[in-house]
């Protein structure tokens, strides 16, 4: 299935554990094809990984401020991840911290 466009949805979250980025649509997959994300916890440093029903993407460790970045130059050829239809695109954020913002931009495809 070819991709032909991107979309981008700001991300502003503060919760620990699960925080729907977008939401799941029952007749399309979402594709990551590219995220800016800037991170900061109240102490230590915590995990963040992409969850869906048949896995996840991550986790990746971050500091106690730290951002995540993927470039989108050839997402539309070769996204990052993959979510099927039906799941949305979730992050869940892990720490040991009493608090957390998470913030940036995540770039996606709907196919």
Known sequence: MALTSI?????NATAIGN???VAANPAQQIFLCGMVLIVTFATNGGTLTFNNQ????????MPASGTLA??????????????PANTG???NVSTG??????SGF????LG
């Open 97 to 102: 911290a009493a608090s957390v913002q998470l």
């Open 19 to 21: 925080n729907t980025i």
């Open 89 to 91: 695109m979730v992050i």
């Open 70 to 83: 993927l470039d989108d130059v050839n997402s539309l050829s070769s996204p990052y991840a993959e979510f």
């Open 54 to 61: 048949e896995g996840s993407f991550g986790p990746f460790i």
């Open 106 to 109: 995540i770039r996606y495809a």
């Open 7 to 11: 979309l981008t949805i700001g991300v």
